[in-house]
């Protein structure tokens, strides 16, 4: 044991019984509040041991240094009193301890390499910071290293561990430094068979999000948050969330509600169930009853049906799945299994109703159904096409003749594709004549059919459009007609066109938007389904068009001013005559008027105009006909 000698005076003067009991309370602290020297230290030749304090900074003997006791030299007065069979207490301090550490070449003296010979050190620690009475221990820098932290694991690798991250068991108790010190702790070893988790966590542990400080200082090294205030803000925000969090923990964690997850894949409502009905009555079931089934958590009505599936397989029932007998008075009786159930395994009507419904079915039967053949409750997915046959007592139908038979008139490999491919399948007999199953007129049982008001034959739903609800069906459901004999209305002709003259897209557009749509034919006039009129060109074509084949702003001028409208290619010709006719009148001599009246209205120019219209009656006579002329003018006045 450690050496506490007290330095106050008034601590000095008591009596010996009372300094005594003064110092067993002492040995009782922790070694981080006594200067790093623990008060008791268990001695055992090849004992790991832990440096808590650097002892030789030369040799990189630092805190946390990891080593092995290899012997000690014992006290020249030493007694030892036996406490037990196999444990001796030494009534002096030995005068060294020798530790080995592993990797270390460096020698002292005759010593082996790698061991340093250990002696007592004097720390003086406060028992109070307010009054200053202190205390000097002597003893050593030395713990076993039998288990450790996961902050002191930081940095450390390891052969094998033993790691638990449960410290309480219920989800909202999880602090904010778990999830860091989780990871530590499951990241010590190289190989994930050397890992070994001491007991169930709870699965929220690593689903809080990143820690608010190493976050916040990521973000703003990556220049997201840019000033103080932010980073301010978004601090308090964190301590807000952690002070919630604090307070749920405050309530009764028997009130939280827990995911089963097989309801949640079974498509139920409400998955989210209470402790009870997981089996956990007390805070200390909620372990292992909840959180150690891991992410996939069962109720116990899942559980059971679980199970009986794993008994047919000859595979290990689940843990803690087993339920006591329900007694008659605390439980309702299920009239499919004939069992006396806990409230718990049937839903609330049923439990509200208890004294007015006649018959009631708990959940472990929901998940089952009972076969009309053979009278047995067998599991859903064993009866084909959601009927009342279960897989063994099906019958099949024949596409040719269109006859129910039982099973042994079909050939195995029929057999296989009629239940789990669900394909049209023929009978011995019509095979023997030579009959195909793709030429019948009936179809497999699990395909859907439905009639077509087109062609007048029965075909499988897949061959109709799903449409959405409309005024005469509230929910979506499948056209009158087969895809082959759809029609729809085009915009621009105004007739009822097959779907084969309209694009996939524009198809699916008309049918589940309700969108106007126009046939390949108007859609080659430039019709669209915004616009399916037919304009007048009134360009050199002059024909009829559709408003694509226009230009958006000429065919708005039309439509607001009543302007001349010229398709795109008469439009491309006319500027192509008058890059030309352009080019024939800046070549020529009299293309303007001294007068400065208008060159393109000849009759406002008189004999006496320096544009000598006597000699020559319109502008650029010289490089231009009259034609030509007369064409480039029109073109003039037109674009003023």
């Known amino acids: 044991m450690a050496e506490d000698k007290p330095l106050h005076v008034d601590d000095r003067s008591l009596p010996e019984d009372q300094l005594r009991k003064k110092r067993c309370a002492w040995l009782q602290r922790h070694d981080q509040q006594c200067a790093h020297i623990p008060s008791q230290f268990p001695l055992l030749v090849g004992m790991p041991v832990r440096l808590t304090d650097a002892v030789d900074r030369s040799k990189s003997l630092y805190r946390g240094r990891v080593g092995a006791i290899v012997g000690w030299a014992p006290h020249a007065n030493q007694e030892e009193l036996e406490v037990d069979n196999d444990q001796v207490l030494l009534t002096e301090m030995p005068g060294v301890i020798y530790v080995k550490f592993e990797g270390a070449t460096w020698r002292i003296g005759n010593l082996a390499p790698g061991i340093y010979p250990m002696t007592p050190v004097s720390r003086t620690f406060r028992l109070n910071e307010h009054t200053d009475v202190k205390v000097r221990r002597t003893g050593y820098f030395l713990v076993p290293n039998l288990a450790t932290t996961g902050h002191m694991s930081q940095g450390q690798s ?3 561990c033993f790691a638990t991250l449960a410290q309480n068991a219920w989800e909202q108790a999880i602090k904010k430094e778990d999830p860091v010190m ?12 050397q890992l070994w988790i001491m007991r169930a966590f709870s699965p929220k542990t690593f689903a809080k999000g990143p820690p608010a400080g190493p976050n916040l200082l990521l973000k703003k090294l990556k220049g997201e948050i840019e000033n103080g205030d932010a980073v301010r803000k978004a601090w308090q925000a964190a301590e807000a969330e952690e002070s919630e969090n604090a307070e749920k923990q405050k309530k009764d964690p028997l009130d939280a509600l827990h995911r089963c997850t097989q309801c949640y894949l079974s498509g139920v409502k409400n998955p989210m169930k209470p402790a009870r009905q997981f089996g956990a009555f007390t805070e200390q079931d909620i372990l292992p009853m909840i959180l150690a089934q891991g992410a996939w958590t069962r109720c116990k009505p899942c559980q059971e049906v679980a199970n009986r599936k794993r008994q047919k397989l000859g595979l290990p029932l689940l843990r803690g799945a087993t339920v006591p007998p329900c007694p008659p008075r605390e439980g ?8 006396f159930r806990y409230p718990d395994y049937f839903g609330d009507s049923a439990v509200k109703n208890q004294n007015r419904n006649k018959s009631r079915i708990c959940a472990v039967c929901l998940q089952q159904q009972k076969c009309s053949a053979c009278f047995k409750y067998k599991e859903r997915k064993e009866f084909p096409f959601q009927g009342s046959f279960c897989r063994q007592c099906s019958p099949m139908r024949c596409a040719n003749c269109g006859k129910e038979k039982a099973q042994k008139e079909f050939s195995k490999n029929k057999e296989d ?6 394909q049209n399948v023929n009978c011995k007999d019509c095979a023997g004549k030579g009959c195909f199953p793709w030429e019948g007129q009936f179809r497999t049982m699990g395909q859907k ?25 509230k929910s979506r459901h499948l056209s009158d007609r087969c895809r082959s004999c759809e029609v729809i209305r085009c915009s621009a002709c105004k007739e009822d066109v097959p779907v084969g003259r309209f694009s996939e897209s524009d198809s699916n557009h008309y049918f589940s938007h309700e969108q106007n749509v126009a046939c390949r034919d108007c859609r080659e006039k430039g019709c669209s389904g915004k616009d399916g009129r037919l304009y007048f060109c009134e360009g050199p074509c002059r024909q009829q068009l559709g408003h694509l084949n226009f230009d958006s702003k000429k065919l708005n001028n039309f439509k607001v001013r009543r302007s001349r409208l010229t398709c795109q290619a008469c439009s491309e010709q006319e500027d192509a005559i008058e890059k030309k006719l352009l080019k024939k009148f800046q070549r020529s001599k009299k293309n303007a008027c001294k007068c400065k009246k208008p060159i393109f209205t000849p009759s406002l120019h008189t004999g006496s105009c320096p544009l000598r219209l006597d000699v020559c009656d319109y502008p650029a006579c010289d490089t231009m006909t009259r034609a030509e002329w007369e064409a480039f003018a029109e073109i003039k006045r037109r674009k003023n």
């Open 417 to 422: 594709n009629y239940f789990n491919h669900k």
């Open 158 to 160: 390891y052969e094998a």
């Open 182 to 193: 989780g990871y530590v702790m499951l990241s010590r070893v190289k190989v994930l068979k």
């Open 332 to 339: 309702l009786f299920c009239t499919s299994c004939e069992q």
């Open 449 to 473: 059919t439905h009639d077509c008001g087109g062609c007048k034959k029965t075909l499988i739903a897949s061959m109709f459009r799903t449409l959405p609800a409309d005024d005469e069906h």
